[in-house]
């Protein structure tokens, strides 16, 4: 286990420990996977019509986040520029003391927030592929492993800024020309590697089978009782996840000279 | 993977239907110790010394926990009988249409809520053992994280209430002449099971070897990079979690001919 856990400042944030965050992430978005799978879809949460909020025009889901989010931007969650909320209006402001987070982005990156295209992704196409039909009336638990799902994958796909800043930082000569003539196509090719994708996308798939696998003290993994398909969490990377962080180190680093 | 998620009604809930609640409910709470293990002890978030809250005296935990509950009660997460708050007082009504949740239980059970005992043994007990020192700002994720292990955690003990409930139908005659004498001792010896609380015990921590692991396309588990000790989420269990389950099975019991 680790002895200490490392606070990164920008001298010491290098390639190496910017994989090793997204790698840990991996492992929380597959258990908030997991958690949100032992619920059944739970239209309840989602049907205004099913599940009015007296007074409130939101569905279930987006008044729990809406009021967490704010619980939470109180004390001091979206000071962490590793941190994004899905509804940024009107947030309250943070009441407790600043925490000195290390100063590694360029300023623009806080103008970068793709939470509203993750936000339809997610209930739109992931939800449907992680969840059984039904109904057990557990909306509220629902929409807060809804949350947990989403705070998650935010965090990865936003990470990308940090990516996108130790590449910049390491080899400014390779994007300097893409940025100048604002080239999204050229940056993103120069931030593909194909190969490097293929494994992430196994890698997930063999973390989904070890966590989501049914555990006895006799036996090995039986596939038969996995708690959600690997071949879902792969295809979330392959169409979502890593697309979306590329977009969002494309989008910084296009503002990286401003 | 499952292709419906059973509703229980009171004449479907069996021992084993019990169990298996029990079993899958191991895999939340590890999970939920092996993120709030990815931060720091982080005091930040206790003390209110520390990170005070403007013309508030709790803590920031305390409030962060209190916001966010109070949200979830708006939203009638604590209308379903396997929920208990832990701050009750002046907890919010739902606003949401009721559900009907299957009555199974005597109604003495909602009288029933040891989770400030668990919140004492949480916070002095539990969190020194999972987490290192060190501070890394993120006080409102660390709270979110101590939420989601306590709500996990709360479920499970609590969950007591069903295995009495089920317990007591199968033969009530055993219970009876103890819960007549109100005998505390009695009822406890008839609930303990060594054999299975080993059994227990030991699938806890081979979770917790699988589910902390890091996972690489290349080799198995790496012991030393385990993200938490399986030894301490053993003790949990057989000091902790266990005791408490009985503990809530015994209280029901005593009411349960009420």
């Known amino acids: 286990m680790a002895d200490v856990i490392k606070v990164a400042d920008s001298s ?3 390639l190496e420990t910017v994989r090793d965050s997204l790698i840990r992430e991996e492992d929380t978005i597959i258990f908030s996977l997991i958690e949100r799978a032992k619920y059944p879809i739970n239209v309840g949460a989602y049907d205004k019509t099913k599940t009015a909020i007296p007074e ?3 569905s ?4 729990i986040i809406k009021e967490t989010e704010a619980a939470q931007a109180k004390c001091g969650r979206y000071e962490n520029p ?6 940024p209006d009107g947030l309250p402001t943070s009441l407790v003391p600043a925490f000195n987070f290390p100063k590694i982005l360029h ?3 806080a103008s970068i927030n793709v939470n509203s295209t993750l936000w339809e992704v997610y209930f739109a ?3 449907p592929l992680i969840t059984v039909p039904g109904d057990d009336g557990n909306y509220a638990s629902t929409a807060v492993s809804d ?7 935010s965090r990865r796909i936003h990470y990308g800024k940090f990516v996108a800043e130790v590449k910049f930082k390491e080899s400014p000569q390779e994007y300097e020309p893409a940025i100048r003539s604002q080239d999204r196509d050229a940056l993103m090719k120069l931030l593909t ?3 490097v994708e293929e494994r992430v996308k196994r890698r997930v798939a063999k973390k989904t089978m070890l966590f989501g696998q049914e555990v006895s003290l006799n036996d090995n993994c039986d596939e038969k009782k996995l708690k959600i398909d690997p071949a879902v969490v792969s295809r979330l990377y392959e169409e979502w996840v890593m697309p979306l962080t590329k977009l969002v180190e494309v989008e910084y680093l296009l503002r990286r000279l401003d």
């Open 12 to 14: 010491e944030m290098t």
């Open 56 to 58: 409130c025009s939101d």
């Open 60 to 63: 279930l889901v987006e008044f």
């Open 82 to 87: 590793e941190e994004h909320p899905f509804f």
């Open 107 to 109: 300023p623009a990156a």
């Open 125 to 127: 196409q992931l939800l």
């Open 147 to 153: 949350l947990a799902c989403l705070q998650a994958l």
């Open 193 to 195: 590697f194909e190969s």
